[in-house]
């Protein structure tokens, strides 16, 4: 069974950090876009990163968050710095098959259950 399980969420305050990570199983995701999106109350989901050689960014977390990934551990990590209570969401791992419009959520074919992350002001 494909599984994507997210951790690392939690509270922190305004200007903390995070690191979040994602443990992919069943299959080997090394040839995969990988992905985070998160998702508040009310929301749409929406692209935060993706990783496929490259690394893309959305430009309201450019410069605070860095994906990366250990493909040896089947693994995708997120790390927030100078997080903002607009951060607040809940956050997924995603992966995508044709590595291609990283920046879309019908693009991806696996995802994880999230994992949440609150910033307080």
């Known amino acids: 069974q494909v599984q994507l399980v997210e951790s690392g969420g939690g509270l922190v305050q305004a200007g903390g950090s995070l690191r979040l990570s994602c443990a992919a199983s069943?299959?080997?995701?090394?040839?995969?876009?990988m992905g985070w999106f998160r998702q508040a109350p009310g929301k749409e989901r929406e692209f935060v990163a993706a990783?496929?050689?490259?690394?893309y960014y959305a430009d309201s977390v450019k410069g605070r968050f860095t994906i990366s990934r250990d493909n040896a551990k089947n693994t995708v990590d997120l790390q927030m710095n100078s997080l903002k209570p607009e951060d607040t969401a809940v956050y997924y791992c995603?992966?995508?098959?044709?590595?291609?419009?990283?920046?879309?959520?019908?693009?991806?074919?696996?995802w994880g259950q999230g994992t949440q992350v609150t910033v307080s002001s």
């Open positions: 995603a992966a995508n098959k044709r590595r291609l419009l990283l920046n879309r959520r019908e693009m991806y074919d696996y």
């Open positions: 069943g299959r080997t995701f090394s040839r995969d876009a």
């Open positions: 990783i496929s050689g490259r690394e």
